[in-house]
């Protein structure tokens, strides 16, 4: 069993005075990223992680934010607001999407790219973490209004950019489009094309092969390890999976083709609950066609909720945040948890999961083969040199597998469940990278 109460107090090596961890000052309570520091103090705990380290740990290196003037297609002058944080380079450039959200805030930004840290960390991946925002609403916006904002925002953080000391992702609401414009402007500031100053950009322009699938692939293969550890073989094992975007809809559709049954899948709209077998392919096509799942035929009809706690092997929450809460978790009739979304599981679940014996693969490992393959984008970019779509699968297995198997090492090791052991891992990777560095004054 782990130790799930959280860290109270962290004895400074030295002065033998106890520090109280600062309870983020950063993070309300109702925000996602809470549950997440709150799991870093218990892994921190384990490690008996010292005073100073602990501190430098649970701050950011550097916070930018920016004021984004910008010609709306109306004559009028609008001024977003923009942020990037690189929370830490110890060990390699910061790495990390930009979302354009009416919901961003600092703080947000700033708690994504601490999670950056330690995913890039897990999978042993020689980045640190970042994140980057704009507070805008992009939907009502033109093409031209995006391109402007995303041109102006890319040139106002550009002294901090660049393929040896950051590279953004693409994060919600922006994409390969917009990757290609960042990755403009930053080569005619430069001079000259610089292809790895992002990754998730189009293929013909540097993108690497297999990353659109990436997500989706990572999250089937640690499912099969998973099963592989606990004895039961993936084909004909049944699973759930709630979203329906890129890690849910490749996800369902990578473990049907490994034998699996898919029982069910969900969208913002709705479900769809098939005990023989859902063919995933033709609800992708019906989801082509109509939008959402919702409405699809060959299945009944189910809400999110109703979903979520369905009798199955294997659970995939692939959408929101905080789906799986103290409230429903004594519902939940899955043997096994794979975290394809960021943060689907609150903090305050995690007894009651634990208890009932389900196996998590935490989202820190379980969606990492997305920011897996932006690495294999950046080396093939650096190198000008493309790899095959099958060497990009095989060296992504290569990593999932051999991350799956140190994570389930280290649980093993302080008795601790895989989400904590994750933390941990990623934590000791960090820290130690800081110990060899020393601290430069
Ligand atoms: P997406 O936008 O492609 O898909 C999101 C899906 O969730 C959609 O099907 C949407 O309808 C569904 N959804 C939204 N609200 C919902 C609700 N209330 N109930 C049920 N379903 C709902 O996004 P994505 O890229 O697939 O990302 C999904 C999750 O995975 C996010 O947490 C994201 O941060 C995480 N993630 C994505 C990647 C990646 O490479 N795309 C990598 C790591 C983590």
Redesign the pocket.
Known sequence: MSDTKPVTEIKARRTGEFIHPDKDHFLSEENPFEAMMSRFDIAAKLLSLDAGLYQVLRHPEKQIIVSLPIAMDSGDVEVFTGYRVLYSTVRGPGKGGIRFDLGVTLDEVRALAAWMTWKCAVVNIPFGGAKGGVICDPLTMSMGELERLTRRYTSSIIEILGPDSDVPAP?VNTNERVMAWIMDTYSMHKRHTVTAVVTGKPIEMGGSAGRRE??GRGVMLVTREALKHLGQPLRGAKVVV???????SITAELLQEQGAKILAV????GGVYNDKGLDIADVIQWREAHR?VSGYPKGQALT?EELLVLPTDVLVP????N?ITARNAKDIQAKVIIE?????TAAGADEVLEKKGIFIVP?ILA?AG??TVSYFEWVQDRDGWFWTEELVNSRLEEIMVKSFDNVLAVSKRYKVNMRIAAYTLAIERVASVHRLRGMYA
């Open positions: 994060d990436a997500t709630q979203g329906f975007g890129n890690v849910g969900s969208d913002v709209s959402y999110n692939a959408a929101l945040e789906v394809g979304a960021n943060g689907p989202d969606n997305g920011v």
